[in-house]
T-cell receptor, first 116, second 110 residues
Framework: GAGVSQTPSNKVTEKGKYVELRCDPISGHTALYWYRQSLGQGPEFLIYFQGTGAADDSGLPNDRFFAVRPEGSVSTLKIQRTERGDSAVYLC??????????????FGEGSRLTVL | KQEVTQIPAALSVPEGENLVLNCSFTDSAIYNLQWFRQDPGKGLTSLLLIQSSQREQTSGRLNASLDKSSGRSTLYIAASQPGDSATYLCAVSGAQKLVFGQGTRLTINP
């Protein structure tokens, strides 16, 4: 596609529920990133995929968070047993080059998650 | 652990002024530095990318400089316009990921 697409744009859920957030990167981009942004803060790194594999998942806050990219294109961020503290905007980015050190990252509009 | 700081947190200036936004980082072993713009409720738009071997990049009214040895970057905006109002984020990269500052919220008053 023309840009990075994220769905849903807004998600409201209740504490304890399961949530999936989807990211469709720019066609042909091999690198995909998930970030989380709380109000008034800069984005915080969650996980980086190169192709189908997670090259760096050091930013995932705990084992309730999991992400997949089974075919090396679309990625899904999965959050189990959601907590109010998970409320944030979840941003996805892609790059045509391996690793953020080598190329420009292009971000989607984000998925705003609200846990009641 | 890389830490990125942006000063000031917020800035309000009259239209037409030239202004400078500051970014500092603790680990000078970076691959590149990017400046992004974020409008309220929106994603990030890349403005300028400076590779570690470069000193500056220019795009229109924007000029970004990088002094890797001192861990500093500046974003210079010339002849500011109300449409420049947004949050500006600085991010530095290791080999694999970007580390962001908290941003500077810029307001240009007509």
């Amino acid at each position: 596609g023309a840009g990075v697409s994220q769905t849903p744009s807004n998600k409201v859920t209740e504490k304890g529920k399961y949530v999936e957030l989807r990211c469709d990167p720019i066609s042909g981009h091999t690198a995909l990133y998930w970030y989380r942004q709380s109000l008034g803060q800069g984005p915080e790194f969650l996980i980086y995929f190169q192709g189908t594999g997670a090259a760096d998942d050091s930013g995932l806050p705990n084992d309730r968070f999991f992400a997949v990219r089974p075919e090396g294109s679309v990625s899904t961020l999965k959050i189990q047993r959601t907590e109010r503290g998970d409320s944030a905007v979840y941003l996805c980015a892609s790059s045509g080059l391996a690793g953020a050190g080598w190329g420009e990252l292009f971000f989607g509009e984000g998925s705003r998650l609200t846990v009641l | 652990k890389q830490e990125v700081t942006q000063i000031p947190a917020a800035l309000s200036v009259p239209e037409g002024e030239n202004l400078v936004l500051n970014c500092s980082f603790t680990d000078s072993a970076i691959y590149n530095l990017q400046w992004f713009r974020q409008d309220p409720g929106k994603g990030l738009t890349s403005l300028l990318l400076i590779q570690s071997s470069q000193r500056e990049q220019t795009s229109g009214r924007l000029n970004a400089s990088l002094d890797k040895s001192s861990g500093r970057s500046t974003l210079y905006i010339a002849a500011s316009q109300p449409g420049d109002s947004a949050t500006y984020l600085c991010a530095v990269s290791g080999a694999q990921k970007l580390v962001f500052g908290q941003g500077t919220r810029l307001t240009i008053n007509p």
